[in-house]
Structures are given as structure tokens and as C-alpha cells.
């Protein structure tokens, strides 16, 4: 099994929305360098999700693990992401693909917001 | 002064997205049980930036801290939100409105997410 991380965002078309998630993935790499992280977008940016998962298959990797980056569990990730996912299972019968709830849905995330609202952070 | 603390977030035609901001919400009350914590959405959710600033106005705010709930500074932050600040302090002459940065932005939250995405939270 050879595991890659997806991390799945809106996307926006203001440039450098996606720096917050290239500062996500660039912590992710660093602590687990063995493991490939890939970006993809909703909309306005790209890879999309199906793209990504074509680069992180064509890297070698049989275990997908998406990681909604949304600060919810909205109607993008409970609607179109399975869409998605079920259109990659289609292209990549082999490939094991886990998703995962959304990050804004933990409470490590929701600590982290509140320090940060309180300037404790 | 009397500060009041405005948490605005985009907003989803899925009502169960709001959960998190008000997880959000609560946890910030919890620490600070002195100072009022209003939402506000950008849409498809009630009330607007503009009303919450109202609700905390009329509740007795002088001091509105604004923190934009979002993974990261965009269009919306980056333009929408200076248009309603300005309205609302057309409309509050006396009150002082300070803008923080997209919670996204934070170092303390990208760490929280990079954990969680590692199993490490």
C-alpha cells in the first residue's frame, strides 16, 4: 500500500487564496516526508479532484487519503466530492480511497481558531 | 470601551454547515464569558455583517473585533468585507471596528489542520 494525502479546497479566483494551502501541505510534507501531498481545487483552481488523483496514481500511490480543507461539511463535500470519488474509483479500480470529514469539523481545529480569536495563539 | 467579538463566515445553503462557527462561537464564550460573540454570513445565512454589527451595537458595543472565518484572505475579505465595514461605520459613527486577518492565515490554525491530517490531533 503505498498512501498519498489529497488536500481537497474550494479554490477562489484571487491567486493567493491558495497560499494557506500550500503552507498546509508544506506542514504535512515536513512531518511526514515519506508521504506525497497533492493539492486540488472545487473551482477556479487547479488540479481538480479527479486531476489530482490521476498525479498521485501516476506517482504510485494505491491508497488515497482526501482531506476536505472546508471549514464545514457543506453541500460540496456531502454531494459533490462522493460524485468525485466515485468517478475515480471508476478510472482507478485498484486504488483505495478514504475520505475524510471536514478539517474545520475537529475540535483541534476549532481550538486553534478560538486561541487565535482570543490572541492566545 | 465594550468590545464585542463578530465571527463572519461565508455562509452555506446547507444548514448544518453553520455548526462549526457556532462550536466556534461557544468555545470562544467559553473563555471569555466577559465579551458578547456575534456570527454573521456573508450568505445564503442570517444575519449579514451589517446585522450582527447591529445585534452587538445595540447591545451595547463600542468595539466591534471583526475575525473573518475563513481558510484565507480572498475576494471576499479582501474586497466585500472593507464595503460593509465602511457601512456599518457610516451608520455607528462613534464605533471603532478593528478587521483581523482570515483565521486560515494563522499559523496556530495551519498546524491544528496539518496534526489532524497526520492523525496527530
Redesign the interface.
Known amino acids: 500500500m503505498s498512501r498519498a494525502?489529497v488536500?481537497f479546497?474550494?479554490g477562489?479566483?484571487?491567486p493567493?487564496?491558495?497560499?494557506?494551502?500550500q503552507?498546509?501541505a508544506e506542514?504535512?510534507r515536513a512531518?511526514?516526508p515519506g508521504v506525497p501531498v497533492f493539492t486540488a481545487f472545487l473551482e477556479f483552481m487547479t488540479p481538480d479532484l479527479p486531476g489530482a488523483a490521476e498525479q498521485a496514481v501516476q506517482a504510485g500511490a494505491t491508497e488515497l487519503?482526501v482531506?476536505p480543507?472546508?471549514?464545514?461539511?457543506?453541500?460540496?463535500v456531502?454531494r459533490d466530492v462522493p460524485v468525485m470519488l466515485a468517478r475515480i474509483r471508476e478510472r482507478h479500480a485498484g486504488v483505495r480511497i478514504e475520505l475524510?470529514d471536514?478539517?474545520?469539523?475537529?475540535?483541534?481545529?476549532?481550538?486553534?481558531?478560538?486561541?487565535?480569536?482570543?490572541g492566545?495563539?
Do not use: N, T
Not at 471536514?102 to 482570543?118: N, P, R, T
Open positions: 494525502i488536500l479546497a474550494h477562489a479566483r484571487d493567493e487564496w491558495a497560499r494557506p494551502m503552507r498546509l506542514s504535512v512531518a511526514e487519503i482531506v480543507v472546508f471549514l464545514a461539511q457543506g453541500g460540496h456531502r475524510r471536514a478539517l474545520g469539523e475537529s475540535q483541534a481545529v476549532i481550538d486553534a481558531m478560538a486561541k487565535v480569536v482570543l492566545k495563539a
